[in-house]
Nanobody, 124 residues
Framework: QVQLVESGGGLVQAGDSLNLACAVS????????MGWFRQAPGKEREFVAS????????DYTDSVKGRFSISRDNAKKAVYLQLNNLRPEDTAVYYC?????????????????WGQGTQVTVSS
């Protein structure tokens, strides 16, 4: 059974940075595309970033391009999301998700396994 555990969230001020990590309990050979999503209070869960199985392709939602960076280390079975120049509108619970496909995706329904989430709160 695939398990994902996020860490690294916290309370920061606008303009600060955070580095989220996702530990994946799956063999490195089986790791496919991974993604990060977020859900703000009263809003639907939305796509943030995804990375292909070998890191060759990375996709971002427009609002985080140039500020967030997704990366992975298959040997360590981990995926990361570097959040720079944070804004109050980035406040949300951030979820790590695993896809059964090799290519990236922005579609929430293509991700089969989810972590419990880590809270990111950005004050103005």
């Amino acid at each position: 059974q695939v398990q994902l555990v996020e860490s690294g969230g916290g309370l920061v001020q606008a303009g600060d940075s955070l580095n989220l990590a996702c530990a994946v309990s799956i063999s490195a050979f089986e790791m496919k595309a991974m993604g990060w999503f977020r859900q703000a209070p009263g809003k639907e869960r939305e796509f943030v970033a995804s990375i292909s199985w070998n890191g060759g392709r990375r996709d971002y939602t427009d609002s985080v391009k140039g500020r967030f960076s997704i990366s992975r280390d298959n040997a360590k079975k981990a995926v990361y999301l570097q959040l720079n120049n944070l804004r109050p509108e980035d406040t949300a619970v951030y979820y790590c998700a695993a896809s059964p496909f090799n290519v990236t995706s922005k579609r929430i329904y293509e991700f089969r396994h989810w972590g419990q989430g880590t809270q990111v709160t950005v004050s103005s």
